[in-house]
């Protein structure tokens, strides 16, 4: 497989991240090809987590901001850029960093008592405290879980399993 290739699978345009479309967006090419740039899955949104101006391509940008998928944008989609033949919705996960408390010893399961997919499982360790683990399975990417996080450490991300969907 090419850099190129993989990069964007991975995510990323060039040295870019991608950024993030709304939930049932077509691949990259297709949404930008598809999109009108109306704007009315942005206006349509009721958590506030997409953005972009008419004339722009929408993002999701996450924290505060979350999905709770009501489908309101894909609904209000009239050129078929979002699509319900998009099955998951998106491909992006919870990612956790090394500033969670529980890397200093601190114990937190803030996260997991957010997450209503029950998502972040916290397996014991044996000598030390229980660090939070995704079930990327289980994940939906809704980033509920990011602004309750008391240190900020936990951000959205493009799943490596688009690797094997592509
Ligand atoms: S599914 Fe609902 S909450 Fe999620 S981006 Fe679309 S309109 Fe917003
Ligand atoms: S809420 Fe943040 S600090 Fe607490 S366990 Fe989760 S990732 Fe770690
Ligand atoms: S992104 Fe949503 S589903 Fe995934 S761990 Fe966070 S709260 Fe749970």
Do not use: N
């Not at 699978?9 to 967006?25: E, S, T």
């Not at 206006?43 to 972009?52: A, E, I, K």
């Amino acid at each position: 497989m090419d850099i190129a290739r993989r990069s964007f699978l991975r995510g990323r345009i060039g040295d870019q991240p991608a950024p993030f479309r709304p939930p049932w967006a077509k691949s990259e090419a297709e949404f930008a090809e598809l999109c009108s740039r109306c704007g009315d899955c942005v206006t349509s949104c009721p958590t506030g987590l997409l953005t972009g101006a008419r004339g722009r391509l929408p993002q999701a940008v996450f924290a505060p901001a979350y999905c709770d998928f009501c489908a309101c944008c894909v609904d209000a989609c009239q050129t078929d850029a979002l699509s319900r033949t998009v099955f998951p919705p998106w491909q992006l996960r919870a990612v956790f960093s090394s500033t969670c408390l529980t890397h200093v010893d601190v114990i937190c399961r803030t996260c997991g008592e957010a997450c209503d997919a029950a998502a972040i499982l916290f397996p014991p360790q044996v000598g030390g405290i229980a660090r939070p683990r995704l079930d990327e399975e289980a994940c939906t990417g809704c980033g509920e879980c990011l602004p309750v996080c008391p240190t900020g450490a936990i951000r959205i991300g493009h799943s490596v399993a688009l690797e094997s969907h592509p």
